[in-house]
């Protein structure tokens, strides 16, 4: 059995980070380990800017956004000479397994590392806003982010009701549409733009065609970031030549999706996949993301969870479209 387990977060912060480096701790002191907080994702472990940590080092942070740890993307642990000095510190210290906290990248780091140095074993938390990662149902931070846009949404909707304007709200999501098709749900969204799909300038107007005839007073589209037509300044533009019948206004809600205290579901997922992982390096295991799928706790390879793409549920496409009419 491991004694000593290092902990860190890495990539970009989520809502529930916190949240999972409580319960990392807490079950490793359960387990009789030694728990060692890494400051700054992988840069800290070459720094070997490392402590140990205990159970009050983790008090009063299950309700607090981003991680006590700090984060960041480490170009230096890309590199092998910047992961054999990581194995160098972690040797020195007697850290001969990981916890780490983050998204796709964090993954791909993790696989590097174990397949040059199999001795310190790695077991990974999903924790990134996106929900992207293959082998859970959602991902620390994901449920926040729904629901801080979907408060936003709310408030420019009221704006939207008084004023007659059509509003594109542009929502987080790059490479996929998670984020921006459940918003979009919740809040009562005319339509939703996201990566996976293809929807043209000529359905969006179409759609707003029919909103007029209706006698729609207002409007809303969500747009992910990432949607084919360039994001919400691009799409609004777009429509506003052809569109006149409302004022269009555009908001990037941006980096406020990633702050914030954490819902209840992403504390008890989070608490959840902290504990996880520690049991599952107590029982040996390497190389392995922990997850949550049917409410089951699951473990799926890297390898898997980093070359498989988690589908969007055709289901909540097709209730946009009921939805909205």
Same mark, same amino acid.
């Given at each position: 059995?491991?004694?000593?387990? $290092?902990?860190? %977060? ?15 701790? +807490? ?17 800290? =472990? /070459? ?18 956004? $981003? ?18 000095? #990581? ?6 210290? $007697? ?19 174990? @397949? ?5 074993? /790695? ?8 929900? !992207?990662?293959?082998?859970? !149902?959602? %991902? ?8 801080? @846009?979907?408060? *936003?949404?709310?408030?420019?909707? !009221? ?14 999501? &790059? ?6 098709? +459940?918003?979009? /749900? ?7 733009? =996201? ?14 065609? #029919? ?53 209840? #579901?992403? &504390?008890?997922? @989070?608490?959840?996949?902290? @504990? *996880? ?9 390497? $190389? ?29 496409? +097709? ?7």
């Amino acid at each position: 059995m491991e004694k000593n387990i $290092g902990i860190l %977060t890495s990539g970009g912060d989520s809502p529930g980070m916190n949240a999972c480096i409580r319960a990392a701790v +807490r079950t490793a002191l359960y387990h009789g380990l030694k728990p060692f907080g890494v400051r700054r994702g992988y840069d800290g =472990i /070459i720094d070997d800017d490392v402590f140990l940590m205990d159970s009050r080092s983790v008090s009063n942070i299950i309700h607090t956004g $981003g991680t006590i740890l700090k984060t960041a993307r480490s170009p230096r642990f890309r590199t092998r000479e910047g992961r054999d000095a #990581a194995y160098q510190n972690l040797k020195k210290r $007697g850290i001969d397994a990981l916890v780490v906290i983050g998204g796709d990248g964090t993954y791909r780091g993790a696989a590097e590392f174990i @397949a040059e140095h199999p001795d310190v074993k /790695i077991v990974g938390c999903p924790g990134t806003i996106d929900n !992207d990662l293959y082998g859970t !149902d959602f %991902t620390i931070g994901f449920d926040t982010a729904v629901n801080t @846009a979907v408060q *936003a949404i709310d408030k420019i909707r !009221d704006t939207a009701t008084s004023h007659n304007r059509l509003f594109f709200v542009e929502v987080m999501g &790059r490479d996929a549409g998670f984020i921006a098709l +459940r918003t979009g /749900i919740a809040a009562g969204a005319e339509a939703v733009l =996201i990566p996976e799909t293809v929807t043209t300038v000529d359905m969006l107007l179409e759609m707003l065609e #029919a909103g007029r005839q209706k006698n729609k007073s207002s409007m809303i589209i969500v747009v992910a970031e990432g949607d084919e037509e360039g994001g919400a300044f691009a799409v609004a533009e777009k429509v506003k030549k052809r569109f006149d019948y409302l004022e269009t206004k555009v908001s990037i809600l941006g980096h406020i999706q990633r702050g914030g205290s954490p819902t209840y #579901a992403d &504390r008890v997922l @989070a608490s959840r996949l902290g @504990a *996880a992982a520690v049991d599952a390096l107590v029982e040996g295991e390497t $190389g392995v993301a922990v997850g949550v799928v049917h409410h089951d706790a699951v473990r799926i390879p890297f390898d898997h969870a980093v070359k498989h793409v988690q589908d969007l549920n055709p289901a909540l496409l +097709r209730l946009v479209k009921i939805l909205s009419l």
